[in-house]
């Protein structure tokens, strides 16, 4: 069977029908990942030595990526034993992936068309996660949806979602005609590698639209019960809506300054704040890209071009860490 090792020298082994990163996972290591589907590039990794296959189709890489020897690890399986240039992420290790029964606590608009849902587990399982992780909805005829956590762990083990109106959207449908409080559903998680990292610098920028702020909220509260963690350094969160009934959430915390920027596409005429778009309205203020590490979350067309632009403005590439929303088609 090959032989998979890292550039931490940490190694596992791959069985020809799996792909790199549930081979991994199965063995209790975590590579970074986020969407599972070949569609994000979160996983992207360079192969040192050795072949492999691909299992499904790499969306996400163009022939640039392929031809400087890149592959997703979440759609290739190893062929011989290889070598990637990629680290595990030891902290998530330790997490484990379960499937748990959950039911609905509570159901909340936040604006017409998002939708709060608080789920709770039995108090003998609760999830272990870490606040920027996501976790996948298992309803009725197996339909599964993934959503980000967007609170900190709670004492009461309750989990919130937020979850997006999607038009002709089956769970979507589940959602907001038919969930009520006490239904039965399952969950996975936690899944995703986007979480708060230890990195030296002096900003932390967020950047979300849409709902991609689930798992902004979720890390902030993690900092807020834990302010020495960035102490000194100025934090920023840029979340992008069309409209102003979009913003329905703001960061206020009583330890925490956070430098709060909302951004609209499609304000009315007499709105007087910000327009455009996230990653637009960071290059903008000039924040100094080179001290900073950003947290992006949403469309995936909001982090390629977040990605791009901001590493072309000075951010190190180590530096920016996403969770892109991907269609469920
Ligand atoms: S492309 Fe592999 S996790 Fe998204």
Redesign the pocket.
């Known amino acids: 069977m090959p032989i998979v090792k890292l550039a931490n020298s940490t190694q596992f082994k791959c069985l020809p029908e799996q792909t790199l990163?549930d081979a991994a996972r199965l063995q209790g290591i975590i590579l970074e990942?986020?969407?599972?589907?070949?569609?994000?590039?979160?996983?992207k990794a360079h192969v040192l030595s050795g072949n492999t296959v691909a299992l499904k189709p790499e969306d996400?890489l163009d022939v640039k990526d392929q031809s400087e020897g890149l592959i997703?690890?979440?759609?290739r399986t190893a062929s011989t034993d290889i070598q990637l240039d990629i680290e595990d992420l030891g902290e998530l290790g330790s997490l484990q992936i379960k499937t748990l029964p959950c039911r609905i606590d509570s159901l909340q608009l936040l604006s017409a068309d998002v939708i709060e849902v608080t789920l709770r587990t039995p108090p003998n399982s609760r999830l272990e996660y870490l606040p920027g992780q996501y976790v996948d909805i298992i309803g009725r005829d197996g339909l599964r949806r993934s959503y980000s956590i967007a609170n900190a762990p709670l004492d009461n083990g309750k989990i919130t979602l937020q979850v997006r109106k999607v038009e002709s959207g089956q769970m979507s449908r589940y959602w907001f005609e038919e969930a009520k409080a006490n239904d039965l559903l399952r969950l996975e998680g936690p899944l995703g590698t986007f979480c708060l990292r230890n990195t030296a610098v002096a900003h932390l920028v967020f950047l979300a639209t849409g709902t991609g702020i689930a798992p902004v909220k979720a890390m902030l509260e993690q900092l807020a019960v834990a302010p020495e963690r960035v102490a000194g350094k100025k934090m920023h969160v840029y979340w992008g809506g069309r409209v102003e009934s979009d913003i329905y959430w703001q960061p206020r915390f009583e330890n925490l300054h956070v430098n709060f920027t909302p951004i609209l596409s499609r304000a009315d005429s007499d709105y007087s704040g910000r327009a455009g778009y996230v990653q637009q309205a960071l290059l903008d203020d000039r924040i100094p890209l080179g001290d900073a590490i950003v947290y992006a979350c949403g469309s995936d067309k909001m982090i390629s071009s977040a990605r791009e632009k901001l590493n072309a403005a000075g951010l190190p590439v180590k530096n920016f860490y996403s969770d892109a929303f991907v269609s469920s088609s």
Do not use: A, K, M
């Open positions: 990163l990942h986020s969407c599972r589907v070949g569609r994000c590039g979160v996983c996400y997703l690890t979440c759609c």
